[in-house]
């Protein structure tokens, strides 16, 4: 049974920062990519990040773009999102996935995703 579990959200004020981490089990962790996406009250789910599956290449949004980092531990089957600089228009429920595609930046293609974490940035 394939579990995605995300930690590491919470309550940040505007300008701080966060790390995410989502712990996989269950999959073969080097040959998926992964990818981070958000969803915040009332909006579509959106792409936020994503790595490949060696981690040579990572992928962003516009919009966290200079501020968040992904990166992954093959060897711990973890993946992480270090949110810098945040801002209120962050705040959202955070999901990791995982995809055997090279179709980063949607998230129809991903096969597995967590339960998610909250990060409420305040202003």
């Known amino acids: 049974q394939v579990q995605l579990v995300e930690s590491g959200g919470g309550l940040v004020q505007a300008g701080g920062s966060l790390r995410l981490s989502c712990a996989a089990s269950?999959?073969?962790?080097?040959?998926?990519?992964m990818g981070w996406f958000r969803q915040a009250p009332g909006k579509e789910r959106e792409f936020v990040a994503a790595i490949t599956r060696s981690g040579l290449s990572t992928y962003y949004a516009d919009s966290v773009k200079g501020r968040f980092t992904i990166s992954r531990d093959n060897a711990k089957n973890t993946v992480y999102l270090q949110m810098n600089s945040l801002k209120p228009e962050d705040t959202a429920v955070y999901y990791c996935?995982?995809?055997?595609?090279?179709?980063?930046?949607?998230?129809?293609?991903?096969?597995?995703w967590g339960q998610g974490t909250q990060v409420t940035v305040s202003s």
């Open positions: 269950g999959l073969t962790f080097g040959r998926h990519g």
């Open positions: 996935a995982a995809t055997q595609t090279s179709s980063y930046t949607t998230g129809a293609l991903y096969d597995y």
